[in-house]
């Protein structure tokens, strides 16, 4: 599986759109993107998942643009309950379960 | 619905000492996994099973089992715990076809 690249930390102020840019330059073609949250002491969370173009949900949307060599996790308005880390993967359906590896995350701080 | 609930929440083992982590899903999820989080890292795979009666090993399985008990239930074994074991263990579950997995909260072992 492709390896994935991203910002180790970022800072955002309450209230402004964050953008997280990860970058997974070995892609397959059969490789999905999806992106997780994880607050301390809890597991990952699913924010989002997709495989090229824009995909937008209640909480986040994710840009993937045509060469799929990158993505960017965009979180609208953040507030300081969005302070976490996230993580992009790439993964591929392999055999019914699911290929995923989990790079060592963005840590995004928000300040009041 | 649970989701996925992991047992016990904390342990300290002694060198040398075994023991079993519990995990089960009411989700009727095919696919189960352990993970490994060591601080500041991303979660590693330890053994995965795709469905009941089969197991696999993913990125780090020495010095680990696992067993399949049924659909609902994966438990991760430490024969003989090493200080190298010392994390945070995760089990999560998926759906056939989709690209979510659940996570429960996880397990704190430290081994000294």
């Known amino acids: 599986l492709a390896k994935t690249t991203q910002p180790i930390s970022m800072d955002s102020y309450e209230g402004q759109e964050v953008n997280i840019t990860c970058s997974h330059n070995n892609i397959a073609t059969n490789d999905y993107i999806t992106w997780y949250q994880q607050f301390p002491s809890q597991g990952p969370r699913f924010i989002i998942q997709?495989?090229?173009t824009k995909v937008t949900n209640e909480v986040a949307s994710l840009f993937i643009p045509a060469d799929r060599k990158s993505s960017t996790l965009s979180l609208p308005r953040v507030s300081l309950s969005d302070t976490a880390v996230y993580y992009c993967?790439?993964?591929?359906?392999?055999?019914?379960?699911?290929?995923?590896?989990f790079g060592t995350g963005t840590k995004l701080q928000v300040i009041p | 619905n649970a989701g996925v609930t992991q047992t016990p929440k904390f342990q300290v083992l002694k060198t040398g000492q075994s023991m079993t982590l519990q995990c089960a899903q009411d989700?009727?999820?095919?696919?189960m996994y352990w993970y490994r989080q060591d601080p500041g890292m991303g979660l590693r795979l330890i053994y995965y099973s795709a469905s009941e009666g089969t197991t696999d090993k993913g990125e780090v399985p020495n010095g680990y089992n696992v067993s399949r008990l049924n659909k609902r239930e994966f438990s991760l074994r430490l024969e003989s715990a090493a200080p190298s074991q010392t994390s945070v263990y995760f089990c999560a579950s998926s759906r056939d076809g989709s690209y979510e997995q659940y996570f429960g909260p996880g397990t704190r072992l430290t081994v000294t």
């Open positions: 997709g495989y090229k």
């Open positions: 993967l790439v993964g591929r359906n392999s055999g019914g379960y699911q290929k995923v590896t």
């Open positions: 989700m009727n999820h095919n696919s």
